[in-house]
Each structure stands twice: as structure tokens, then as C-alpha cells.
């Protein structure tokens, strides 16, 4: 086979080959002063990436340590916590927390839309909200295309003082999204390394807030592993509960400074705004045929990360997934839950340009053709007057 693969999936993502080199090395003693400089000044890059005030914790895990150790920490057995329901990952989530003897009340948008502020406002001002300790919501979720305005959310809990921990999965959004965890006072901010930080799976985070650090404190429930006082304390192997991820944080050290190289977070941010806004372009005009739609409702809420496409009547997803992979080597990730076998997902976070969007796009609408799927025409002509219009 010539050429390569497109990997549009939404995580893993592309890995540069900087990053792939820069971990391709032996490893080092981390008890020395080269890896605490290394760990120290990568931790605070990424927190200014988040625009994390606070300290922020790192795991050798994916993005469900993180979910664990956030939940296990902040929240008591038996504590109330309003889970925003929004599609699998947050449903998930919840389900966790459920395991975790947590007294979940759950928040239903309807897997294709975002959390509405004035639902939240209603079910916070409720005798059962009143108790609620901690709003747990997914920035973007990824089974569905939808980004939630975590602005809006905010606003509700300022406006109702609500004294909620704001606890935020943004997890498929850091990178691709706006996320200020200082502006918009986030309680606790999740991350992983395999999405828009372009790395392999393996490196997680959760940034936190001073009420963060005070509730983690204050919880008497049972823990170790992912205690977050024990990971508090600065030294390599302790804040890691173990012998620390080097060759990730070799990884995590390149990624940082790409993204530094490109102009920051915010540069990065744009990018992924500008190839989403293809991709969209080129959907909306498959979409004119009338077999396939947009899976997020709400145009504003359509994500910079992935985009979930619905097909209407009897058409397989699956089988465009399969003729994407095998004919035209692009992977993309599939419908998930109620969405299975009627939905694909078109990944568009991490390290991508122009040509290899416009590829992907050029391929899965061969596949759609392949598979006998009217489409609308001109989907990759709109998609590329979008970056024509562009200035960098
Ligand atoms: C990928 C993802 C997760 C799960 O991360 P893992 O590393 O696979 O555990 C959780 N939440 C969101 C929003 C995700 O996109």
C-alpha cells in the first residue's frame, strides 16, 4: 500500500513525528535535578496553556484516572452531584460516580445538544439542587459533536450563588477549544495527553482550584493511589504516586513548545476553529441531499474537535467506516450507543493543516459515494473557500 493512513479519529490523534523523536530516547534518572526542571517547567507550560491558576495534578492513566481521581477526591460517599448527561462520555462518567457512592442526580440534554442554562438554572434552584456539590459536565463531548458554553454555565451558578465545585471533562476540548479555567472559574479541569496535546495515550491531568484543593482536604473518604494530597508534594515519584512517565513527559516537553511555536494556545485554538469550519462547510453541503445531517442541533454548539455526522433512512455507518478504512485509508471513529451503525464521527483535533483536512474530507466523500449516499455537490469546494479565507 502507498501513501499513508488518515487517522481522523477523535483520540488517538496524529503524533508529529518532534514528538515521536523526542520521546525515542533512553531514559534518565528522575531523581535528578535535569527531570524536576523537566516536570516542573512542562506542569507550568500546561498551566498556562489552561490558564490553570491552581496546582495541577498529573497521572500515568487515561482520561478515566482522571475521571477517578477527580470524583474520589473532591466528592464524599454520599455527596449529591448534578452529572450534565450529554452523551456517552459523560454518561459514563456518571456511572462512575455512581460506583463511587455518589448520589448522582442526572441532567438529560439529549445527546444532541449542550447543557441549556436555563434547564441548569431550574435543576440547581430545586430543593435537590440546592444540595448538589459538584456540577459535573463533558466541554466537548465526544460521542455527539456537541460543545457545551461553559461561559453560560458559569453565569447560572454566579447568578444563584450556587457554592457547586464546577468540575469540567475537557478532555476532547483542551487545545481545540477556548478554555480558561481561571475566567471561567473552574473548580477542576481535566485533561489527557492522546487529544489535542497530539501524544500517546498515557498522561493525564486534572488542574485544580484552591476550593478544590480545601474539599480534597477536607473528604475523609478512603483513597491512596490517587490521593491528591499524597501527589501534592512536588518530588517526581511522589506527585505520581509510582516511578514517573519520563518518555511522556519528554513527549509533553515538545508538545508544549509546538504549541508555543505556533503562537500559543490561542493560535491553536483558531487552527482548530478554521479546519472545523471546513469540515462543517463541507457537511452542510453533503447535507442538501437529504441522507445525512448534522448530529449537534444547535449550529453554535457544533464542536471544533469532531464532527458527528447522522445518516437519515436506511444507510449502514458502519459500512462508510469500513469503505473509508479499507478503500480509501482514512479511519474515523463510529456512532456510540444510539448512535451505533447510524452515525461516523470525523475527528479534526491535534496536528493537522490544510491538505490533510481537504484529503480527509476528499476521501470520506468518496466513500459516501462508494456506498451509494447522495450527497449534495460542492461539499469540498465550500470546505476549501473556508481556508482560502483565511490569513496567517
Ligand atoms: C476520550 C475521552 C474520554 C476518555 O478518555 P480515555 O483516555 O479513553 O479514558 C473522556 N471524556 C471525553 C470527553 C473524551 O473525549
Not at 137 to 161: F, I, K, N, P, Q
Not at 208 to 222: C, D, H, L, T
Not at 260 to 280: F, M, P, S, Y
Request: proline share 4%; aromatic share 6%; charged share 20%.
Amino acid at each position: 500500500m502507498s501513501g499513508r493512513t488518515f487517522i481522523q479519529n477523535p483520540g488517538p490523534t496524529n503524533i508529529p513525528e518532534r514528538i515521536l523523536r523526542a520521546m525515542a530516547r533512553p531514559a534518565i534518572d528522575f531523581g535528578t535535578e535535569q527531570f524536576s526542571q523537566l516536570l516542573d517547567t512542562s506542569l507550568e507550560d500546561l498551566s498556562r496553556h489552561m490558564a490553570s491558576p491552581g496546582p495541577l495534578i498529573g497521572y500515568t492513566s487515561t482520561g478515566h484516572g482522571a475521571w477517578e481521581a477527580t470524583v474520589t477526591n473532591l466528592f464524599d460517599i454520599g455527596a449529591s452531584v448534578l452529572l450534565c448527561d450529554s452523551g456517552h462520555f459523560s454518561h459514563r462518567w456518571g456511572e462512575m460516580c455512581e460506583a463511587h457512592g455518589l448520589n448522582v442526580q442526572w441532567f438529560e440534554t439529549g445527546w444532541q445538544q449542550g447543557v441549556n442554562p436555563d434547564a441548569l438554572h431550574e435543576a440547581l434552584s430545586s430543593e435537590d439542587g440546592k444540595r448538589i456539590e459538584g456540577v459535573l459536565l463533558a466541554h466537548t463531548e465526544t460521542s455527539t459533536g456537541v460543545t457545551t458554553d461553559l461561559e453560560a454555565v458559569r453565569a447560572v451558578l454566579d447568578d444563584l450563588d450556587h457554592e457547586a465545585l464546577l468540575v469540567v471533562d475537557s478532555i476532547a476540548s483542551f487545545g481545540c477549544t477556548p478554555l480558561y479555567v481561571d475566567e471561567m472559574k473552574l473548580d477542576a479541569c481535566l485533561a489527557v495527553s492522546q487529544k489535542g496535546l497530539m501524544m500517546p495515550v498515557g498522561l493525564a491531568f486534572t488542574g485544580i482550584s484552591e476550593r478544590a484543593v480545601a474539599a480534597a482536604y477536607r473528604n475523609s473518604r478512603q483513597r491512596f493511589y490517587w490521593d491528591w494530597r499524597r501527589r501534592l508534594e512536588a518530588e517526581g515519584y511522589r506527585m505520581f504516586c509510582g516511578t514517573p512517565p519520563i518518555h511522556h513527559i519528554f513527549g509533553l516537553r515538545e508538545a508544549l513548545s509546538m504549541i508555543d511555536e505556533e503562537g500559543g494556545i490561542d493560535a491553536v485554538t483558531t487552527r482548530h476553529q478554521l479546519i472545523a469550519d471546513a469540515v462543517r462547510a463541507a457537511v452542510q453541503a453533503w447535507s442538501c441531499a437529504g441522507a445525512l445531517d448534522f448530529n449537534a442541533v444547535n449550529e453554535h454548539e457544533r464542536s471544533n474537535s469532531v464532527t458527528c455526522v447522522r445518516l437519515i433512512g436506511e444507510h449502514d455507518a458502519n459500512q462508510v467506516l469500513q469503505v473509508a478504512r479499507e478503500r480509501f485509508d482514512v479511519t474515523m471513529g463510529s456512532g456510540i450507543g444510539p448512535l451505533a451503525g447510524t452515525a461516523f464521527r470525523i475527528g479534526h483535533l491535534g496536528d493537522l493543516n490544510a491538505p490533510m483536512i481537504m484529503g480527509a474530507l476528499g476521501a470520506i466523500e468518496a466513500a459516501l459515494r462508494s456506498c451509494g449516499i447522495p450527497i449534495g455537490s460542492g461539499g469540498l469546494e465550500a470546505a476549501a473557500n473556508i481556508l482560502s479565507e483565511s490569513r496567517r
